[in-house]
């Protein structure tokens, strides 16, 4: 049984930081990519990055690049979000993902979900 369970959501106001965390268990993730999604209210759920474990390389959504960061600790099969100079529009739930090593910018991608964490940042 995989799970991915995050933390370190809340509220923060606009320009301030954030950091998730996913802890993953479950199985060995050098096959999969990970990453995160998010969901506003009233809109779908869209990507944000991924990370792909065995390469490490990244892939962001243009709205937030130069501002969040991606990066793992294998050790710990863990993967972090660093969220920097947050909007307004950045509010959502936050979900972690693993999926396909190939690709991980479609929902269809993903083949594990966390739960989420709410982010909220203030005006």
């Known amino acids: 049984q995989v799970q991915l369970v995050e933390s370190g959501g809340g509220l923060v106001q606009a320009g301030g930081s954030l950091r998730l965390s996913c802890a993953a268990s479950?199985?060995?993730?050098?096959?999969?990519?990970m990453g995160w999604f998010r969901q506003a209210p009233g809109k779908e759920r869209e990507f944000v990055v991924y990370i792909s474990w065995s390469s490490g390389n990244t892939y962001y959504v243009d709205s937030v690049k130069g501002r969040f960061t991606i990066s793992r600790d294998s050790a710990k099969n863990t993967v972090y979000l660093q969220m920097n100079s947050l909007k307004p529009e950045d509010t959502a739930v936050y979900y972690c993902a693993a999926g396909s090593i190939w690709s991980m910018r479609r929902v269809g991608d993903v083949a594990y979900w966390g739960e989420g964490t709410l982010v909220t940042v203030s005006s």
């Open positions: 479950g199985r060995t993730f050098s096959s999969y990519s």
